[in-house]
């Protein structure tokens, strides 16, 4: 089955850049799309087919994917960015992977 | 406006049944496949099952295989998930997601319903 991995946190200082990786076996060949999770709310797509953002996603958040590796880049990360966040992929075996989740913090 | 309003969810036995319920209103439901996604308590997201816009395909993850089914009501804009044989490790949060036409992810989502698998 295909998996995705993403490392568990990432630490970063407001106004920082912070970068979230995904990584699966071919993932460049594949569009990866990312989402946002903040405590007791439900997942909000905030990059797709690697690297288009949704109407009303704040241009700080930018995506890229290539090799194995796919990333969410936060630039000028604010406050209201510490989120969980996800990686997502479509496999033709496995159909519709998540990542574990990367738990943003703003510091 | 997009609007996914999931309801069903509740406390259930171990190899109890239990049936989701998506409500969806601001869209064409009928153009659109659609998923359940759930999140054990503190846990990731886990895709569950899809449905193609037409009823016409099912999708399952292994995990669920053989115990839940996927169904959806063009006519009422409803998508269901009918959950049989029902373990502790389904417990979670259980979304309903609209996928984006074609593109394999999803672009809207429901609050969720809590479903508790416990004796």
């Known amino acids: 089955s295909y998996e995705l991995t993403q490392p568990p946190s990432v630490s970063v200082s407001p106004g920082q850049t912070a970068s979230i990786t995904c990584s699966g076996d071919?993932?460049?060949?594949?569009?990866a799309s990312w989402y946002q999770q903040k405590p007791g709310q439900s997942p909000v797509l905030v990059i797709h087919?690697?690297?288009k953002r949704p109407s009303g996603i704040p241009e700080r958040f930018s995506g890229s994917n290539s090799g194995n590796t796919a990333t969410l880049t936060i630039s000028g990360t604010q406050a209201m960015d510490e989120a969980d966040y996800y990686c997502?992929?479509?496999?033709?075996?496995?159909?519709?992977?998540f990542g574990g989740g990367t738990k943003l913090t703003v510091l | 406006e997009v609007q996914l309003v999931e309801s069903g969810g509740g406390l259930v036995q171990p190899g109890g049944s239990l049936r989701l319920s998506c409500a969806t209103s601001?869209?064409?439901?009928?153009?659109?496949?659609m998923s359940w996604v759930r999140q054990a308590p503190g846990k990731g997201l886990e895709w569950v099952s899809a449905?193609?816009?037409?009823?016409?395909?099912?999708y399952y993850a292994d995990s669920v295989k053989g115990r839940f089914t996927i169904s959806r009501d063009n006519s009422k804009n409803m998508l269901y998930l009918q959950m049989n044989s029902l373990r502790a490790e389904d417990t979670a949060a259980y979304y309903c997601?609209?996928?984006?036409?074609?593109?394999?992810?999803?672009?809207?989502w429901g609050q969720g319903t809590l479903v508790t698998v416990s004796s």
């Open positions: 087919q690697d690297i």
């Open positions: 997502q992929a479509w496999d033709s075996n496995t159909f519709w992977v």
């Open positions: 449905i193609s816009a037409s009823g016409g395909s099912t």
């Open positions: 997601a609209k996928e984006d036409r074609g593109e394999n992810h999803f672009d809207y």
């Open positions: 071919k993932l460049g060949d594949k569009y």
């Open positions: 601001g869209f064409i439901f009928s153009s659109y496949a």
